[in-house]
């Protein structure tokens, strides 16, 4: 006698005999008791659910002999001819491999003939998503009128690839993949009958191996028959390249405690057994994707999902423990990502062993509680604060440069007394790094109010935007008015992003709120050129006195302090001083300054420069 394959041998051939799709089964019973047969139905749903078997019994139950009936004999001539794949009046066609338009106008030359001897005549089209677009027009007229008596039954598992002209003309049922206990029980129920010797949990193995498919697990199920003896999980990994969960709980435990080296020699070992890398990663990310059931779900919802045991559910939570939930999603999504490079690369090891030790370094970085006191520093400044006094030492050049000063202009002593009261100044480096601190406003002239104004500038780019393009017209505690020279940088400081540390600057300078408003220039306002607080004061007064009260002490035969010059006059010698300190870039020649264009100016505010001619 010749041998059947068990998922032949096993074939339902009742509805009831079917396995899972209650919904199906439900609706057929009804169509065929209530005797509302249509003339056309598409069967959907992923590979080995029941969908050709479930079309076999629907045919045999409605040309059986006792039918239309839900319980064919299964002796008559009919059945026995349905059985058997050899019907007269029920064929089956793969559309795989008759999908042109030729094979389409065949079927529909002999729909046309009656039945020989059956109520029915049955066309079971398997694979239909594989006829061609033409092959698929040729049925429609058929399909939406087809003569008396005829029934169509399309299966697909892709039914996204069948037209929609076509699904409108057919009553649809979608078959969902058949569950764990489901696929157990039947296999159990095989494997008595068979006198198969095999463990619960590796018959919990095969039902997850197969993807909700009975097909796949019973075909599984026969190909460990021929092992012998008691069938364990352990068979089943060898046959099936795969790893153990001991060797998972130890591989992942490697990855999760940032381990690579020791990662890797386990890793060695897995391959060297003759495991594939993309089965290696596969294993490793169904690991991960219950370890991350495990963490976020209780132990009752565990076992359901992962059909795991206690043990090795035990196992999971306590490596579960140390970890946030979005570290293991991290891992999983890495082992996704690789996953996808080994199927195309030409060197698998490679990209194996790096994703290994990417997986291992990448654990220890993605903590929450890190990341959180990372957030935390930032948002808080403390580090900019602590950073902010280390370039404030005491300026030795100061003396040094009093004692070459000869000229009749100032007695060389104040220029360091000077220098030690305004310590802070110095402290506030035109280097490319931080923003100089606020000071209070200094004196009521308006350059002197402008430059210091500019100062409070934070921003790099503004201050330098400003310089070139912006005019003051009045700058006081209650009211300040720019004039901006260019209409599309006007609007940067009306509506813009500009406008919000423009504003900062001057709530700052005085510490209140201040009414900023920016406009256009208007015909006769003077031009007032920055005179920044931190620059040498203008010819201090002879008589050395120890707080000077004024910025304008009565000197006559320097340059005169009021703030008629549109630039600051500067002796050779201070500005020499000037450009030691790093203050001379915008400070000594202001006229230098607008002489460049935005990005020039910009640049020698970020990095300190100056202009060589």
């Known amino acids: 006698m010749n041998y059947m ?95 042109s338009v030729e094979d389409a106008q065949h079927i529909l030359e002999r729909v046309m003939y009656a039945p020989v001897n059956s109520r029915y005549k049955i066309y079971i089209i398997d694979e239909v998503h594989m006829l061609s ?60 009958k068979e006198e198969i010797n095999i463990t619960d949990d590796a018959l919990i193995s095969i039902a997850k191996n197969s993807a909700g498919g009975m097909r796949d697990s019973i075909a599984l199920l026969e190909q460990l028959s021929v092992l012998g003896g008691e069938i364990t999980t352990a068979e089943i990994d060898n046959l099936l390249g795969r790893l153990s969960f001991d060797l998972l709980n130890e591989f992942s435990q490697k990855i999760v405690e940032s381990k690579p080296n020791e990662a890797i020699e386990i890793l060695e070992k897995v391959y060297n057994s003759g495991n594939e890398p993309v089965q290696i990663l ?39 423990v140390p970890l946030d ?4 999603i991290f891992l999983v999504n890495k082992c996704c990502e690789y996953i996808k490079e080994l199927k195309t690369t030409n ?21 929450l509680l890190q990341l959180q006191e990372r957030i935390t520093r930032l948002e808080s400044g403390a580090p900019v604060q602590q950073q902010a006094p280390a370039p404030a030492p005491a300026r030795p050049v100061a003396p040094v440069k009093s004692a070459p000063a000869p000229t009749p202009v100032s007695a060389p002593q104040p220029k360091p007394a000077s220098q030690t009261q305004q310590a802070p100044a110095p402290k506030e480096d035109f280097s490319p790094m931080p923003t100089p601190a606020p000071a209070a406003p200094v004196g009521n002239d308006l350059s002197s109010l402008w430059g210091q104004l500019l100062e409070n500038i934070s921003s790099a780019p503004t201050r330098a935007l400003l310089k070139q393009w912006a ?14 020279k260019n209409e599309i940088f006007l609007k940067q400081f009306t509506d813009g992003s500009k406008r919000e540390v423009l504003q900062n600057a001057i709530n700052t300078m ?29 010819a201090p007064a002879p008589a050395a006195a120890p707080k000077p009260a004024t910025p304008q002490p009565p000197k006559v035969e320097n340059a005169s302090p009021t703030p008629q010059p549109q630039q ?41 420069g100056k202009i060589i001619e």
């Open 282 to 320: 596969t294993n490793l990310l169904d690991y991960f994707r219950n370890l991350l059931v495990v963490k976020t779900c209780s132990k009752e919802i565990a076992i359901e999902l992962s059909q795991l045991n206690d043990l090795q559910i035990e196992a999971l939570s306590k490596q579960a």
């Open 471 to 484: 005019n003051p017209v009045e700058i006081s505690d209650e009211h300040v008015v720019l004039a901006v």
């Open 5 to 99: 394959p068990l998922y032949r041998k096993y074939r339902p051939q009742q509805l009831e005999e079917v396995v899972g799709q209650e919904h199906i089964k439900k609706a057929l019973t009804n169509a065929i008791t209530t005797n509302k047969i249509s003339h056309a139905y598409l069967f959907t749903g992923p590979r080995g659910t029941g969908k050709t078997s479930t079309a076999r019994i629907f045919a045999k139950s409605l040309n059986c002999v006792d039918g239309p009936t839900i319980h064919p004999c299964g002796k008559c001539g009919n059945c026995i001819d349905i059985t058997n794949s050899t019907p007269m009046d029920v064929i089956e066609i793969d559309a795989a491999s008759n999908r």
């Open 133 to 192: 677009t033409t092959a698929f027009n040729a049925l429609l007229k058929t399909l939406e009128e087809p003569p008396k008596n005829v029934i169509f039954i399309l299966a697909t598992t892709e039914v996204h690839k069948v037209l929609d002209t076509i699904k409108s003309r057919c009553q649809r049922y979608d078959f969902r993949r058949i569950t764990t206990d489901d696929i157990v029980k039947h296999l159990r129920m095989i494997s008595t």
């Open 325 to 328: 939930a979005h570290q293991i």
């Open 510 to 538: 005085y510490n209140k709120e201040v009414t900023l408003t920016v406009r256009l220039p208007k015909a006769g306002e003077p031009t007032v050129s920055p005179r920044l607080s931190s620059s040498p004061s203008p």
């Open 568 to 608: 600051d006059e500067i002796s050779d010698e201070e500005l020499e001083e000037a450009k030691e300190t790093k203050l001379s870039t915008y400070s000594a020649r202001s006229e230098e300054y607008y002489m460049h264009s935005d990005t020039v100016n910009m640049a020698l505010e970020v990095f300190g």
């Open 347 to 367: 060197n698998p090891k490679l990209w194996l062993e790096v994703a290994v030790i990417d997986l291992a370094n990448l654990a220890q970085n993605t903590s």
